[in-house]
């Protein structure tokens, strides 16, 4: 069973960077390695549903909104998912979940992943 554990939630303020990582384990017990997981980042702003916000897999996705602003990167080693958020705005407030699908291609649509983290806060002041 795979377990998935965010950090790097905070309070900054608009224009500010900051990093979110995920720690993955348990996947080894399933069979497929860590490489084998398509991974992604989604966020959950208060009264709106949870979307998407980026994803890696054979290759790498984003949401228009935050495109050529957050990069999503992954460890294998250390088995570690990352989301660098730069040129932070307002609307970027949510809490931010990291999931993980048993499929090798990332997928937009969060009923496509099988493993979530419990979240962590980003509040960005204006």
Not at 35 to 51: C, D, I, L, T, V
């Amino acid at each position: 069973h795979v377990q998935l554990v965010e950090s790097g939630g905070g309070v900054v303020q608009a224009g500010d960077s900051l990093q979110l990582s995920c720690a993955a384990s348990g996947y080894t017990y399933s069979g497929r390695a860590f490489s084998g997981y398509a991974m992604g980042w989604f966020r959950q702003a208060p009264g709106k549903e949870r979307e998407f916000v980026a994803g890696i897999g054979s290759g790498t996705e984003y949401a228009d909104s935050v495109e050529g602003r957050f990069t999503i990167s992954r460890d294998k080693s250390q088995s570690t998912l990352s989301l660098q958020m730069n040129s932070l705005k307002p609307d970027d407030t949510a809490v931010y979940y990291c999931a993980a699908r048993n499929w090798y291609y990332t997928s937009k649509n969060r009923d496509e992943y099988d493993y979530w983290g419990q979240g962590t806060e980003v509040t960005v002041s204006s």
